[in-house]
């Protein structure tokens, strides 16, 4: 079946430090992915997605590249600030079914 | 609306009692998504309608799990004779269909129901 495995947290860096946060997909045809973010005390939002292979989705200083080749969308940022402390959840959404599949998401922890 | 609204933001209930759970989507979105976030879990599907027909049921727990929706909008949660491992915080989601532009989900704030 389709699933999404994300790396497990709490991952904790210190400000101005480099950040990945690995995401691996299983699915059937070809999928859109997604990173949601869940700051402290809110809902979820959309951070950044692509929808096909090679694409690069970015926002607010963090990218992640659809990687058919590896099933791979990891989420990179240069320069993590004390805001970016937050829950990461990575997402697919298969076109035959309209569901979204969430991983297990990681939690983030900026030091200043 | 301008965006996905949730009803009641918390719930306190009693082991037992019945509670539902009320969802506003964005005007014209045809998907609408129920998950729950457990403490310290991810998020878990339950159902998925496209427009009043719920073509994935199958994230649903037990059969004291019910949702409904009407007109194409409104979505309600309905969770019968309540269990304390029911308490989490259960999000509603909605998205246009694929093809029609953004595919995103949009979320609700989400209801934070406790059952003591």
């Known amino acids: 079946g389709n699933s999404v495995t994300q790396m497990e947290g709490p991952v904790t860096l210190s400000e101005e430090a480099f950040l990945t946060i690995n995401c691996t997909y299983t699915a059937t045809g070809y999928p859109s992915l997604f990173w949601y973010v869940q700051y402290p005390g809110e809902g979820l939002q959309l951070l950044l997605k692509a929808t096909k292979a090679d694409d690069k989705g970015s926002n607010k200083g963090f990218e992640a590249t659809y990687r058919k080749e590896t099933t791979s969308f990891h989420l990179e940022k240069g320069s993590v600030q004390v805001s970016d402390s937050a829950v990461y959840f990575c997402?697919?959404?298969?076109?035959?079914?309209?569901?979204?599949?969430f991983g297990t998401g990681t939690r983030l922890k900026v030091l200043a | 609306g301008a965006g996905v609204s949730q009803s009641p933001s918390n719930k306190v209930t009693e082991k037992g009692k019945d509670v539902e759970l009320r969802c506003d989507p964005i005007s014209g979105h045809t998907a609408l998504y129920w998950y729950r976030q457990s403490l310290g879990q991810g998020l878990e599907f339950l159902i998925y309608?496209?427009?009043?027909?719920?073509?994935?049921k199958s994230g649903l727990p037990s059969d004291r799990f019910s949702a409904e929706r009407t007109g194409g909008s409104v979505s309600t949660l309905t969770i019968q004779r309540t269990q304390q491992e029911d308490s989490a915080v259960y999000l509603c989601?909605?998205?246009?269909?694929?093809?029609?532009?953004?595919?995103?989900?949009?979320f609700g704030q989400g209801t934070r129901l406790t059952v003591v």
């Open positions: 997402a697919l959404r298969t076109s035959g079914t309209y569901k979204y599949i």
């Open positions: 309608f496209q427009g009043n027909s719920a073509p994935d």
């Open positions: 989601a909605s998205s246009s269909i694929p093809g029609t532009g953004n595919t995103e989900a949009f």
